[in-house]
């Protein structure tokens, strides 16, 4: 009995590492084109707020997620004179989870008359974290926005440095066209890095 036991725990740990080594992580995104985008050596430098000037670590840290995200795009950094300029936000927090169906099936309050009472898990709901992000790509000179982006992601994972660059590449994903609406993009996350699925 004892080996039997320790041979399905085995395999419950291998596939939760399985699992774990690729993440999906959809996101919800909006983006928006305003006049042409010069993808043909293409120079951004970063924009800051002022409010993000306060704490200038955190927003080194989210540059240096987002870089990778935009050469992929076709943005080379620039030390000066770029071409555009990148402005970054993101917010994080965290939500809890009610399971509707599950929350039916038990009733509203105190159990049914059907089901009985509820499970004595059934206050405990699971913690998610929802991250957001929003881009906005500027010409130069004259200061217009020419590329807008806004992703959102709710999930278990709470990971920063895997979740927001999987969020911004999403939100990036149609640049510089844009899209005509709301649409959700999947971007897988494995061994090899990110890559953005049908």
């Given at each position: 009995m004892r080996l039997v036991f320790r041979i399905c725990l085995l395999v419950c740990l291998a596939a939760?590492?399985?699992?774990?080594?690729?993440?999906?992580?959809?996101?919800?995104?909006?983006?928006?084109?305003?006049?042409?985008?010069?993808?043909?050596?293409?120079?951004y430098q970063f924009e800051r707020l002022p409010?993000?000037?306060?704490?200038?670590?955190?927003?080194?840290?989210?540059?240096?997620?987002?870089?990778?995200?935009?050469?992929?795009?076709?943005?080379?950094?620039?030390?000066?004179?770029?071409?555009?300029?990148?402005?970054?936000?993101?917010?994080?927090?965290q939500v809890l989870r009610s399971d509707a169906s599950f929350?039916?099936?038990?009733?509203?309050?105190?159990?049914s008359p059907l089901f009985g009472q509820p499970p004595l898990l059934m206050p405990l709901e699971p913690t998610l974290f929802r991250f957001q992000v929003q881009v906005l790509v500027r010409d130069a000179l004259s200061r217009e926005v020419v590329?807008?982006?806004?992703?959102?992601?709710?999930?278990?994972?709470s990971?920063?440095?895997?979740?927001l660059p999987a969020v911004?590449?999403?939100a990036m994903r149609d640049f510089p066209q844009g899209t005509a609406g709301p649409s959700s993009v999947k971007v897988e996350i494995g061994p090899g890095g990110m890559e953005v699925r049908p």
């Amino acid at each position: 009995m004892r080996l039997v036991f320790r041979i399905c725990l085995l395999v419950c740990l291998a596939a939760m590492a399985g699992c774990a080594s690729t993440r999906l992580i959809d996101s919800e995104v909006r983006s928006f084109r305003n006049g042409t985008v010069e993808l043909a050596a293409a120079s951004y430098q970063f924009e800051r707020l002022p409010s993000q000037q306060a704490d200038p670590a955190a927003q080194v840290q989210l540059e240096n997620w987002a870089m990778p995200v935009l050469q992929r795009m076709g943005l080379t950094l620039a030390s000066q004179a770029p071409r555009y300029t990148v402005q970054l936000a993101v917010a994080t927090e965290q939500v809890l989870r009610s399971d509707a169906s599950f929350r039916r099936r038990w009733g509203f309050l105190g159990g049914s008359p059907l089901f009985g009472q509820p499970p004595l898990l059934m206050p405990l709901e699971p913690t998610l974290f929802r991250f957001q992000v929003q881009v906005l790509v500027r010409d130069a000179l004259s200061r217009e926005v020419v590329y807008e982006a806004s992703a959102q992601h709710a999930g278990p994972w709470s990971d920063q440095a895997q979740i927001l660059p999987a969020v911004l590449l999403a939100a990036m994903r149609d640049f510089p066209q844009g899209t005509a609406g709301p649409s959700s993009v999947k971007v897988e996350i494995g061994p090899g890095g990110m890559e953005v699925r049908p």
